[in-house]
């Protein structure tokens, strides 16, 4: 999942993020962000669920959203097993196998 993280913490704070969804997991919103970082409009709240957050896997600069380089949007597999996905900000389809 990729998210868009909370604005008015400062500049280019939190970043936005990428990261795999685990069922049940805890990503810390809304007391925390980025790991166990308290928002400050929640400090003291909640502590007990700090060292609970899910640190994300990829970090993104801050409000990068809107600067599209690609947004997938259709999937499939294909016969070869092959995934096949098409995204709309440059309109191309990208195959991608696992070589052998």
Not at 19 to 32: A, L, N, T
Not at 34 to 42: E, L, Q
Not at 65 to 76: F, H, L, N, Q
């Amino acid at each position: 999942m990729s998210a868009n993280e909370r604005d008015e913490l400062g500049e280019d704070l939190p970043p936005d993020y990428i990261s795999s969804v685990r069922s049940g997991g805890f990503y810390g919103w809304p007391w925390f962000y980025i790991g166990n970082h308290p928002d400050p409009r929640h400090k003291g709240k909640h502590p007990e669920l700090a060292d609970k957050v899910i640190v994300p896997d990829v970090l993104v600069q801050a409000h990068s959203a809107g600067k599209v380089w690609g947004r997938p949007v259709g999937i499939t597999i294909s016969k070869d097993g092959s995934l096949l996905f098409s995204e709309d900000g440059n309109g191309t389809i990208w195959r991608v196998s696992y070589g052998r």
